[in-house]
């Protein structure tokens, strides 16, 4: 509603003379304010704030007079009457130097601003005054309160008398009224009251009430009342007094006009406001401002009486300040705002109290822009010597407001944006235009958002915003009013916002101006005069690209309905201009009806429409309806807003005529708080369309009006149609300030079935929010509102000079966007209601919302903390209801442990008792393969059950996540079961840092070391020899799993690693393996060292094979077309080509292979330079298909017996982008060479036959790792794949030199017959390469212990695939020192070699529970 901006502003005297203040008010038209000082009366201009006369009062008379006290200005601005404390009144007439100014605004030269403008003068210049005193009355009694009627000045005198003084005849006008004949009754339904019974009774504060026709008075003894005349004359037995009955400690009063309401200060700090209940004429009480123990709990009971409450000009806020100091302020009906004694406003930013700023007078400025206050505290400090230091401590400051485009121009409220305005600027939230042509709003809107049905009468504008421009940001969009605009027209009094938030129009004091977010260009009128001599009364509203607004013509004396064009320029000649009889007070827009309500107390209806005329578009209009509510009205001021709305209460048409649910069907009309609606009377006869012109169709009448809701600020309703969310749509928003918000939901029965008699047609709800409501998205469920935040920058400055600096005494205030939810608020009002079908009706139709998780989530945990916290037994609980109401969506798991872990561990039994037992629902989850759910409920149960069966859950848990790949949540789990089994059941630890890998912990090692694959072979033999005898090898990470080898928990976490690892082995899934090992930090080449004649032994070399050149997306290889298509198809030919092909990759390496292995290591390094060189084309050739262009090879420099290192640092991991690139070198004279014919068929070929860079990467690694691990068969199936010789002649020189087990030997052997054979029949892409080795392989046979004959080389009997290997004697081993049963994996085997075909990226859904059930006594 009202914001506070920035940092308040002090006024600088420019008199040294000029005493403190002590009172301050402005004058009705709020251009000029009074000042008044113990001898002095100072004017003051508004803007800018500057002074223009001052009256001294001479020391006799300061003497005789006593000091100032109290001044009122009379209505018309042209006096001044001010009390003093000897009772006298001083009356003062202001009669203004005509065509003189003290002020002129300097403009540099060749500025366009023109000063021949009309209106010049008095707009932009300050004009001089004189103050003379007039005459000196006096009341021989001292005055408590002034109060200007619009004739007559009301004076209160301590001596019970009521003085009523004429402005103009002042001697023979004076009439004193005794109060103590004044009856006094608790309604004016009594026929006598009882009189004012004591001597001594005065009033101590008073103030008219126009609208009310009387006075809201507080008396010396702390009773309040209203004091009205029965008839026209002004006289003591004319008046009739009326108690507040329950208020016996008042101090002040204040009354709003609008809202007709009495707002009374007590001595307690509270506000208590009342209005008067019109049947009876007692006075009712309507709400209490006050501060609650739970927002200001240090000092909600120490504020002291409340001193003074000032209503805003508008009458929708109330400023209200206390004897001990602070501000705060409220909105008409309670909602607080603002409060300085909290907050950054008490305390500086290193946590010391400040002191609260004392006010001892206030007022509100112009349009309720500014708030002038008479600063207490520096009324006390004497000011120092020298004028500068007094002229800044004269104590009037400024505080400086936004409000909302709301509180003066409701029609606002059928949009969905926030628009504030300040004195010179808007703040819109709907973010740039270029955010807002998102697809929601685009033209093409029916196909991009089917959700939102475009109804019959949708005029191609667009329906609304898209959530991200209105909920983008916390900022806001800050227009800048055009300052040639402002010069002539401050304030601003008016501003209104199109649909799609891209265009705003503002309304000054004449005229209008318009802007364009898109174009960031303002329009203003060409024609000065005619801006000059349009007044806007009634508001203005936008109508597609028309603005619309209702004025009145200076020069015509006419009151005038307008439309103007925004694409046109802005001039009366493109203007339609109807007539209009009476005083427009309000104006809105529904669909094509233009709704006016007029001074005279009726409403009246116009269609619009637009007129293509030529070149220029324009808009007509055309009277509809009149609708006279003077019956119902009693005063036209009390109409705050007026809308049409196509609400109604008989449902039961919009489901036999749906065309009819978007018309007009009623008024909305809110009467000073009561929100009455007038429906359309369909009791008639009906008149069909088609019977006659639509154009002269008679409208229907309207019902009698009927009372919705009391106490209502704000109504907000949507003219869009939504069959999915008709209850959002067709509901009707309100605010009610303190009361929170009602919605009034249309209660639809389910599938168009009879609706049952007892089912109300609609439904009232209230609902409290943390937020001051703005605007309404109707589909998106959300309120949108702004809220006060500070910022301190106290540490600035000195201490020194801090008395000074009002940066210091207050914050930094700024006004931040917000939003809240409200759908949970109203599900569960349905359900407290017994109407769970309607709520589920409700809950469905918004299931799409991103944020409907989070609505069952804040419905649960309300009623939760609420239920369960409950200090008496709850006779109907809501809890189990809600409980049942979320199990109907699939997010019901998710929802139930999110509200638990948010929730003190004290309510879980209270909530599990209601939704079920958590190890159930762990298991649903588990069910469901929502594994990161499942893992919040294994916290839950790890503090509600005992260890064992956390640890069984969690087993549970981590062997799925095993099989999924989660491995984030693997890391989780392994922490977690160590956690239980150390006994920390209650801090589980926190997550162990990536400790520095071996060279042999996984795919990580790349990202921390180089490794060199060019290792000399007694390196490699000497490696081999020695991980045969380490069972563990002893890296860094090595030690992670093996520091605590005694404790169970360790090794229970180890052998179910390595069973996973085992199964992805014998699943032949090396890709998982490798980011198995990664992930999890698993010793791999410990555990292939272990595993190396079982498990780590190949069975079928052909399957192996064929299952990576799958996981690895690897091509088979292919026989070039020009060998196929040769007339000389025989072998002998193909071997030729392939060995040909091949001499460039392999030859060179096969020779240097062949070498001694006493070589030195320098021709060694020219031999893998030279590996390298040739494979180094088919990578770049790759990669240059790949994501990243590969420009720029490095080459460096070799010096001798340097050892080329390749494949370092490079990321390896399965979530790791696509490798740029290894350290390679480059050939020299590769990029020199002109690539002949033959050569660009090799690239083409050897393109064709290689896989991805990121898989060839991955393959190098675990051929690393495999070699290491001394796993020689897995060394040859990946030299296979690679067709790398090289890879091949190392296995086989280390099967020389060592001494492998004869079994080995004679598997390789088997294997690569078998594959040989393959090649021949089914990928013959092979042979080339496989010829290339056959020499090594019969090599091999040769020296072997044991010869066996070539005919034994046959291919693996497919049998031999399910043998069982051999018995794991480490596990049984382990598992018997445990006390685990020993479990046989032949099960698992066999069960996972029947998998082994599946896609490696498909869930296995389904497992045998029986093969994790290992449990550690």
Same mark, same amino acid.
């Given at each position: 509603?009202?914001?506070?901006?920035?940092?308040?502003?002090?006024?600088?005297?420019?008199?040294?003379?000029?005493?403190?203040?002590?009172?301050?008010?402005?004058?009705?038209?709020?251009?000029?304010?009074?000042?008044?000082?113990?001898?002095?009366?100072?004017?003051?201009?508004?803007?800018?704030?500057?002074?223009?006369?001052?009256?001294?009062?001479?020391?006799?008379?300061?003497?005789?007079?006593?000091?100032?006290?109290?001044?009122?200005?009379?209505?018309?601005?042209?006096?001044?009457?001010?009390?003093?404390?000897?009772?006298?009144?001083?009356?003062?007439?202001?009669?203004?130097?005509?065509?003189?100014?003290?002020?002129?605004?300097?403009?540099?030269?060749?500025?366009?601003?023109?000063?021949?403008?009309?209106?010049?003068?008095?707009?932009?210049?300050?004009?001089?005054?004189?103050?003379?005193?007039?005459?000196?009355?006096?009341?021989?009694?001292?005055?408590?309160?002034?109060?200007?009627?619009?004739?007559?000045?009301?004076?209160?005198?301590?001596?019970?008398?009521?003085?009523?003084?004429?402005?103009?005849?002042?001697?023979?006008?004076?009439?004193?009224?005794?109060?103590?004949?004044?009856?006094?009754?608790?309604?004016?339904?009594?026929?006598?009251?009882?009189?004012?019974?004591?001597?001594?009774?005065?009033?101590?504060?008073?103030?008219?009430?126009?609208?009310?026709?009387?006075?809201?008075?507080?008396?010396?003894?702390?009773?309040?009342?209203?004091?009205?005349?029965?008839?026209?004359?002004?006289?003591?037995?004319?008046?009739?007094?009326?108690?507040?009955?329950?208020?016996?400690?008042?101090?002040?009063?204040?009354?709003?006009?609008?809202?007709?309401?009495?707002?009374?200060?007590?001595?307690?700090?509270?506000?208590?406001?009342?209005?008067?209940?019109?049947?009876?004429?007692?006075?009712?009480?309507?709400?209490?401002?006050?501060?609650?123990?739970?927002?200001?709990?240090?000092?909600?009971?120490?504020?002291?009486?409340?001193?003074?409450?000032?209503?805003?000009?508008?009458?929708?806020?109330?400023?209200?300040?206390?004897?001990?100091?602070?501000?705060?302020?409220?909105?008409?009906?309670?909602?607080?705002?603002?409060?300085?004694?909290?907050?950054?406003?008490?305390?500086?930013?290193?946590?010391?109290?400040?002191?609260?700023?004392?006010?001892?007078?206030?007022?509100?400025?112009?349009?309720?822009?500014?708030?002038?206050?008479?600063?207490?505290?520096?009324?006390?400090?004497?000011?120092?010597?020298?004028?500068?230091?007094?002229?800044?401590?004269?104590?009037?400051?400024?505080?400086?407001?936004?409000?909302?485009?709301?509180?003066?121009?409701?029609?606002?409220?059928?949009?969905?944006?926030?628009?504030?305005?300040?004195?010179?600027?808007?703040?819109?939230?709907?973010?740039?235009?270029?955010?807002?042509?998102?697809?929601?709003?685009?033209?093409?809107?029916?196909?991009?958002?089917?959700?939102?049905?475009?109804?019959?009468?949708?005029?191609?504008?667009?329906?609304?915003?898209?959530?991200?421009?209105?909920?983008?940001?916390?900022?806001?969009?800050?227009?800048?009013?055009?300052?040639?605009?402002?010069?002539?027209?401050?304030?601003?009094?008016?501003?209104?916002?199109?649909?799609?938030?891209?265009?705003?129009?503002?309304?000054?004091?004449?005229?209008?101006?318009?802007?364009?977010?898109?174009?960031?260009?303002?329009?203003?009128?060409?024609?000065?005069?005619?801006?000059?001599?349009?007044?806007?009364?009634?508001?203005?509203?936008?109508?597609?690209?028309?603005?619309?607004?209702?004025?009145?013509?200076?020069?015509?004396?006419?009151?005038?309905?307008?439309?103007?064009?925004?694409?046109?320029?802005?001039?009366?000649?493109?203007?339609?201009?109807?007539?209009?009889?009476?005083?427009?007070?309000?104006?809105?827009?529904?669909?094509?009806?233009?709704?006016?309500?007029?001074?005279?107390?009726?409403?009246?209806?116009?269609?619009?429409?637009?007129?293509?005329?030529?070149?220029?578009?324009?808009?007509?209009?055309?009277?509809?309806?009149?609708?006279?509510?003077?019956?119902?009205?009693?005063?036209?001021?009390?109409?705050?807003?007026?809308?049409?709305?196509?609400?109604?209460?008989?449902?039961?048409?919009?489901?036999?005529?749906?065309?009819?649910?978007?018309?007009?069907?009623?008024?909305?009309?809110?009467?000073?708080?009561?929100?009455?609606?007038?429906?359309?009377?369909?009791?008639?006869?009906?008149?069909?369309?088609?019977?006659?012109?639509?154009?002269?169709?008679?409208?229907?009448?309207?019902?009698?009006?009927?009372?919705?809701?009391?106490?209502?600020?704000?109504?907000?309703?949507?003219?869009?149609?939504?069959?999915?969310?008709?209850?959002?749509?067709?509901?009707?928003?309100?605010?009610?300030?303190?009361?929170?918000?009602?919605?009034?939901?249309?209660?639809?029965?389910?599938?168009?079935?009879?609706?049952?008699?007892?089912?109300?047609?609609?439904?009232?709800?209230?609902?409290?929010?943390?937020?001051?409501?703005?605007?309404?998205?109707?589909?998106?469920?959300?309120?949108?509102?702004?809220?006060?935040?500070?910022?301190?920058?106290?540490?600035?400055?000195?201490?020194?000079?801090?008395?000074?600096?009002?940066?210091?005494?207050?914050?930094?205030?700024?006004?931040?966007?917000?939003?809240?939810?409200?759908?949970?608020?109203?599900?569960?009002?349905?359900?407290?209601?017994?109407?769970?079908?309607?709520?589920?009706?409700?809950?469905?139709?918004?299931?799409?919302?991103?944020?409907?998780?989070?609505?069952?989530?804040?419905?649960?945990?309300?009623?939760?903390?609420?239920?369960?916290?409950?200090?008496?037994?709850?006779?109907?609980?809501?809890?189990?209801?809600?409980?049942?109401?979320?199990?109907?969506?699939?997010?019901?798991?998710?929802?139930?442990?999110?509200?638990?872990?948010?929730?003190?561990?004290?309510?879980?039994?209270?909530?599990?008792?209601?939704?079920?037992?958590?190890?159930?629902?762990?298991?649903?989850?588990?069910?469901?393969?929502?594994?990161?759910?499942?893992?919040?409920?294994?916290?839950?149960?790890?503090?509600?059950?005992?260890?064992?069966?956390?640890?069984?859950?969690?087993?549970?848990?981590?062997?799925?996540?095993?099989?999924?790949?989660?491995?984030?949540?693997?890391?989780?789990?392994?922490?977690?079961?160590?956690?239980?089994?150390?006994?920390?059941?209650?801090?589980?630890?926190?997550?162990?840092?990536?400790?520095?890998?071996?060279?042999?912990?996984?795919?990580?090692?790349?990202?921390?070391?180089?490794?060199?694959?060019?290792?000399?072979?007694?390196?490699?033999?000497?490696?081999?020899?020695?991980?045969?005898?380490?069972?563990?090898?002893?890296?860094?990470?090595?030690?992670?799993?093996?520091?605590?080898?005694?404790?169970?928990?360790?090794?229970?976490?180890?052998?179910?690693?390595?069973?996973?690892?085992?199964?992805?082995?014998?699943?032949?899934?090396?890709?998982?393996?490798?980011?198995?090992?990664?992930?999890?930090?698993?010793?791999?080449?410990?555990?292939?060292?272990?595993?190396?004649?079982?498990?780590?032994?190949?069975?079928?070399?052909?399957?192996?094979?064929?299952?990576?050149?799958?996981?690895?997306?690897?091509?088979?290889?292919?026989?070039?077309?020009?060998?196929?298509?040769?007339?000389?198809?025989?072998?002998?030919?193909?071997?030729?080509?392939?060995?040909?092909?091949?001499?460039?990759?392999?030859?060179?390496?096969?020779?240097?292979?062949?070498?001694?292995?006493?070589?030195?290591?320098?021709?060694?390094?020219?031999?893998?330079?030279?590996?390298?060189?040739?494979?180094?084309?088919?990578?770049?050739?790759?990669? *240059?298909? @790949? &994501? +990243?262009?590969?420009?720029?090879? $490095?080459?460096? !420099? %070799?010096?001798?017996?340097? /050892?080329?290192?390749?494949?370092?640092?490079?990321?390896?991991?399965?979530?790791?982008?696509?490798?740029?690139?290894?350290?390679?070198?480059?050939?020299?004279?590769?990029?020199?060479?002109?690539?002949?014919?033959?050569?660009?068929?090799?690239?083409?070929?050897?393109?064709? *036959?290689? @896989? &991805? +860079?990121?898989?060839?990467?991955? $393959?190098?690694? !675990? %051929?690393?790792?495999?070699? /290491?691990?001394?796993?020689?068969?897995?060394?040859?199936?990946?030299?296979?794949?690679?067709?790398?010789?090289?890879?091949?002649?190392?296995?086989?020189?280390?099967?020389?030199?060592?001494?492998?087990?004869?079994?080995?030997?004679?598997?390789?052997?088997?294997?690569?017959?078998?594959?040989?054979?393959?090649?021949?029949?089914?990928?013959?892409?092979?042979?080339?390469?496989?010829?290339?080795?056959?020499?090594?392989?019969?090599?091999?046979?040769?020296?072997?212990?044991?010869?066996?004959?070539?005919?034994?080389?046959?291919?693996?009997?497919?049998?031999?695939?399910?043998?069982?290997?051999?018995?794991?004697?480490?596990?049984?081993?382990?598992?018997?020192?445990?006390?685990?049963?020993?479990?046989?994996?032949?099960?698992?085997?066999?069960?996972?070699?029947?998998?082994?075909?599946?896609?490696?990226?498909?869930?296995?859904?389904?497992?045998?529970?029986?093969?994790?059930?290992?449990?550690?006594?």
């Amino acid at each position: 509603m009202y914001f506070l901006s920035g940092w308040p502003k002090r006024l600088l005297c420019p008199l040294e003379s000029l005493e403190q203040p002590l009172h301050i008010q402005t004058d009705p038209q709020r251009a000029f304010f009074a000042v008044l000082s113990p001898s002095q009366l100072s004017i003051w201009y508004c803007r800018p704030s500057v002074l223009i006369v001052s009256y001294k009062e001479l020391s006799k008379a300061a003497s005789q007079f006593g000091s100032y006290k109290q001044a009122e200005w009379r209505p018309d601005s042209t006096m001044i009457a001010v009390s003093t404390a000897n009772g006298y009144i001083l009356f003062f007439e202001i009669p203004s130097a005509r065509d003189k100014y003290l002020y002129e605004p300097m403009y540099p030269k060749g500025s366009p601003h023109l000063k021949g403008t009309p209106h010049y003068k008095e707009e932009q210049c300050a004009p001089s005054l004189n103050l003379e005193m007039k005459k000196v009355l006096d009341l021989q009694a001292s005055i408590t309160s002034l109060q200007s009627t619009l004739e007559d000045l009301l004076v209160a005198t301590t001596d019970g008398f009521l003085h009523l003084v004429h402005w103009d005849g002042m001697t023979n006008g004076r009439k004193a009224i005794n109060l103590c004949t004044v009856p006094f009754s608790v309604d004016l339904q009594s026929s006598r009251g009882s009189f004012l019974g004591f001597e001594d009774v005065y009033i101590r504060d008073m103030e008219y009430c126009a609208t009310l026709d009387g006075f809201a008075v507080v008396f010396n003894d702390g009773r309040v009342g209203f004091i009205t005349p029965m008839s026209r004359r002004f006289a003591a037995e004319q008046l009739r007094g009326v108690w507040a009955q329950d208020v016996i400690d008042g101090t002040c009063v204040a009354v709003n006009n609008k809202y007709r309401l009495m707002a009374f200060g007590c001595a307690n700090g509270s506000v208590q406001v009342y209005t008067i209940d019109t049947t009876t004429g007692a006075m009712q009480f309507s709400h209490k401002l006050e501060l609650t123990p739970k927002q200001y709990p240090d000092i909600w009971n120490k504020t002291g009486p409340v001193k003074l409450i000032r209503w805003s000009p508008d009458s929708c806020v109330v400023m209200v300040t206390w004897e001990c100091g602070g501000l705060s302020l409220w909105s008409v009906f309670g909602a607080q705002l603002i409060c300085t004694l909290g907050g950054d406003f008490a305390y500086q930013s290193d946590g010391a109290k400040k002191d609260p700023l004392k006010i001892s007078s206030m007022t509100w400025g112009s349009e309720g822009y500014h708030l002038w206050v008479v600063d207490g505290n520096s009324s006390n400090v004497k000011p120092e010597s020298g004028g500068i230091s007094e002229a800044s401590q004269f104590g009037i400051l400024q505080f400086h407001f936004i409000k909302s485009a709301l509180t003066v121009n409701p029609c606002m409220s059928n949009q969905e944006q926030v628009l504030l305005q300040g004195e010179d600027r808007l703040y819109l939230n709907c973010g740039d235009a270029t955010q807002a042509q998102s697809p929601r709003n685009s033209s093409a809107h029916s196909e991009d958002k089917p959700t939102r049905e475009r109804g019959p009468f949708s005029d191609g504008s667009l329906d609304s915003q898209g959530l991200s421009t209105l909920l983008g940001h916390r900022h806001w969009h800050v227009v800048q009013i055009h300052s040639t605009y402002l010069e002539s027209n401050w304030p601003i009094r008016f501003s209104a916002i199109d649909k799609l938030g891209q265009n705003v129009a503002v309304v000054g004091k004449f005229g209008f101006a318009h802007y364009s977010l898109l174009t960031k260009k303002w329009k203003l009128f060409g024609n000065i005069t005619q801006e000059q001599n349009m007044m806007v009364t009634g508001g203005l509203a936008w109508w597609n690209d028309f603005i619309v607004l209702a004025c009145y013509n200076l020069n015509d004396h006419q009151e005038e309905l307008r439309i103007y064009l925004r694409t046109s320029n802005l001039d009366n000649a493109f203007a339609h201009i109807t007539k209009v009889q009476a005083d427009t007070l309000l104006l809105s827009v529904f669909r094509d009806i233009v709704i006016l309500f007029r001074a005279d107390c009726s409403i009246c209806l116009y269609s619009i429409e637009r007129r293509p005329e030529g070149l220029n578009t324009t808009a007509s209009i055309q009277v509809l309806q009149e609708v006279s509510m003077s019956r119902y009205i009693p005063h036209p001021f009390l109409v705050v807003s007026v809308t049409l709305t196509s609400v109604r209460t008989e449902t039961g048409i919009t489901l036999k005529m749906p065309q009819q649910a978007c018309e007009a069907e009623s008024i909305m009309l809110n009467l000073a708080g009561q929100l009455i609606m007038l429906q359309r009377d369909r009791s008639g006869p009906q008149i069909r369309d088609k019977d006659n012109n639509p154009n002269q169709r008679k409208h229907l009448p309207f019902c009698a009006p009927v009372v919705l809701a009391q106490s209502v600020e704000n109504v907000w309703t949507t003219c869009r149609i939504n069959k999915q969310k008709r209850h959002l749509l067709e509901a009707l928003w309100l605010s009610c300030g303190g009361a929170g918000m009602k919605v009034w939901l249309p209660l639809f029965p389910r599938d168009h079935r009879k609706p049952h008699s007892f089912l109300s047609r609609r439904i009232m709800l209230p609902f409290h929010i943390n937020i001051y409501p703005l605007a309404v998205l109707f589909e998106d469920a959300l309120v949108l509102g702004a809220v006060n935040d500070t910022v301190l920058y106290d540490c600035l400055y000195t201490q020194t000079s801090a008395r000074e600096h009002l940066e210091v005494l207050f914050p930094f205030s700024i006004v931040e966007r917000t939003s809240q939810i409200y759908l949970h608020h109203i599900l569960r009002q349905l359900l407290v209601r017994n109407l769970g079908e309607q709520a589920l009706l409700l809950a469905h139709s918004c299931a799409t919302l991103p944020y409907f998780p989070h609505v069952l989530e804040l419905m649960l945990h309300e009623v939760l903390e609420e239920e369960a916290t409950s200090r008496e037994p709850i006779p109907d609980p809501l809890l189990p209801t809600v409980a049942k109401f979320i199990t109907e969506f699939p997010l019901f798991l998710q929802t139930v442990v999110h509200c638990a872990r948010k929730t003190e561990y004290a309510l879980w039994n209270y909530l599990f008792a209601a939704v079920g037992n958590p190890k159930d629902l762990f298991e649903e989850c588990l069910m469901a393969q929502d594994l990161d759910t499942a893992a919040s409920y294994l916290i839950i149960l790890q503090n509600m059950e005992v260890p064992a069966v956390s640890r069984q859950h969690a087993t549970l848990l981590f062997n799925t996540a095993l099989e999924q790949g989660k491995w984030d949540l693997c890391r989780h789990m392994i922490r977690f079961l160590k956690a239980i089994g150390s006994g920390e059941t209650e801090t589980p630890p926190a997550t162990p840092t990536t400790q520095e890998p071996s060279s042999s912990s996984g795919f990580e090692f790349f990202r921390h070391r180089s490794i060199s694959l060019s290792q000399s072979a007694e390196n490699l033999h000497s490696k081999f020899n020695l991980t045969k005898t380490l069972s563990m090898p002893s890296g860094p990470s090595g030690k992670r799993w093996s520091k605590d080898s005694d404790c169970a928990e360790n090794m229970y976490i180890d052998m179910m690693l390595w069973r996973h690892a085992r199964r992805l082995l014998e699943e032949i899934k090396l890709k998982d393996l490798g980011c198995f090992a990664a992930q999890l930090g698993f010793e791999l080449i410990g555990w292939l060292c272990k595993e190396r004649a079982r498990a780590a032994r190949v069975e079928d070399f052909v399957f192996a094979l064929k299952k990576l050149h799958k996981d690895f997306l690897w091509p088979f290889p292919v026989i070039p077309a020009s060998s196929i298509n040769s007339p000389f198809k025989n072998g002998k030919y193909k071997t030729a080509v392939g060995e040909q092909l091949l001499k460039s990759q392999s030859a060179d390496t096969f020779v240097n292979m062949e070498m001694d292995t006493g070589i030195s290591n320098t021709p060694r390094s020219r031999s893998w330079l030279g590996t390298i060189s040739s494979s180094q084309r088919e990578i770049d050739t790759v990669s *240059s298909h @790949g &994501p +990243h262009m590969q420009d720029a090879f $490095l080459s460096p !420099l %070799l010096s001798k017996g340097d /050892e080329c290192s390749i494949g370092s640092a490079t990321d390896l991991t399965e979530t790791s982008s696509m490798v740029d690139g290894d350290w390679t070198m480059v050939d020299e004279n590769f990029s020199s060479q002109s690539l002949t014919q033959s050569e660009l068929e090799h690239i083409s070929l050897e393109l064709a *036959s290689k @896989g &991805p +860079h990121k898989s060839q990467v991955q $393959l190098r690694y !675990l %051929l690393h790792i495999f070699m /290491e691990a001394g796993c020689l068969d897995w060394c040859i199936i990946i030299g296979l794949i690679l067709r790398e010789s090289s890879v091949i002649n190392q296995v086989f020189s280390i099967m020389q030199s060592s001494d492998i087990d004869g079994e080995i030997c004679q598997n390789i052997k088997t294997g690569l017959y078998a594959v040989d054979k393959w090649a021949s029949t089914d990928c013959p892409g092979y042979k080339p390469f496989l010829n290339i080795i056959k020499p090594q392989i019969q090599k091999l046979s040769e020296i072997a212990e044991e010869q066996v004959q070539p005919e034994a080389f046959q291919p693996v009997n497919p049998s031999k695939v399910t043998e069982q290997p051999n018995p794991r004697a480490e596990e049984s081993r382990t598992s018997s020192s445990h006390g685990t049963n020993p479990q046989s994996d032949a099960g698992n085997s066999s069960a996972s070699r029947h998998e082994e075909d599946r896609s490696k990226t498909e869930d296995e859904d389904s497992f045998q529970e029986g093969r994790y059930d290992c449990t550690v006594s």
